[in-house]
């Protein structure tokens, strides 16, 4: 089945340093992701949609310039984000599917866990 | 505007019982998609079941079947044989507009016992 590998799968940095999250598809290719943002007990929420060469898609409310996306080939998303502070602490997750397969082949990767000190 | 509600926060089940975890949708486009995630502790979202807003028959995956209520606008998850390992926050989530774009429920936290 399809597989989506995120990278790292945690990670801890100090406040007002830039942080990069990878997110491959391994098996197929993919013209959109999609980065979702979890605070602890809560749900997930859509952040973004990354598209393969162009400029990603945020959600109301998400800052673009704080979440700095690139989705430069057909495996391959980043999430970058930027000057990170304690409030930006939360676990990111993307998801992808194959190229003209249908929604309920969406697969998610194993998330990532930011804790900005 | 598209919303998901799963009203129980916590739900206890026996092992061997099942249950049946509640999940209602409001969206105005005619296509969509509900889907079912298990998030165990450890945060990977595992999917469990679809259902197409135009099938005709109850989604069925082993131990887990959609109960699809279109005229309610209800999806609930009925688990069948309730295991230990069930044990996990359950999301029922909904795309819309022919996308993958998914939004969730606030989800169910999932409790399984001897």
């Known amino acids: 089945g399809a597989v989506v590998s995120q990278h790292p799968s945690w990670v801890i940095c100090k406040s007002g340093t830039s942080v990069k999250i990878e997110c491959r598809s391994l098996?197929?290719?993919?013209?959109?992701m999609f980065w979702y943002r979890q605070f602890p007990k809560q749900s997930l929420m859509l952040m973004a949609t990354?598209?393969?060469?162009?400029?990603?898609?945020?959600e109301q409310g998400v800052e673009k310039d704080k979440f700095l996306i690139n989705h430069a080939s057909l495996t391959l998303s980043t999430l970058t984000v930027t000057s990170a502070h304690p409030e930006d602490s939360s676990f990111y997750i993307c998801?992808?599917?194959?190229?003209?397969?249908?929604?309920?082949?969406?697969?998610f990767g194993a998330g990532s866990r930011l804790t900005v000190l | 505007a598209q919303k998901i509600t799963q009203t129980q926060p916590g739900m206890f089940v026996q092992e061997k019982e099942a249950v049946t975890l509640d999940c209602t949708y409001d969206?105005?486009?005619?296509?969509?998609?509900l889907f079912w995630y298990k998030q165990p502790s450890s945060g990977e979202m595992i999917f469990l079941i679809y259902?197409?807003?135009?099938?005709?028959q109850n989604a069925t995956e082993g131990r887990y079947s959609l109960n699809f209520q279109k005229a309610r606008k209800s999806a609930n998850l009925v688990i069948s044989a309730s295991q230990l390992g069930d044990s996990a926050m359950y999301f029922c989530?909904?795309?819309?507009?022919?996308?993958?774009?998914?939004?969730f429920g606030t989800g169910t936290r999932l409790q399984v016992f001897p």
């Open positions: 098996d197929f290719q993919a013209t959109t």
């Open positions: 989530a909904m795309s819309f507009y022919n996308t993958d774009k998914l939004i």
């Open positions: 990354s598209n393969e060469g162009s400029k990603a898609t945020y």
């Open positions: 998801s992808a599917s194959p190229i003209d397969s249908g929604a309920n082949v969406l697969t």
């Open positions: 259902q197409g807003s135009y099938d005709q």
């Open positions: 969206t105005s486009d005619p296509s969509y998609g």
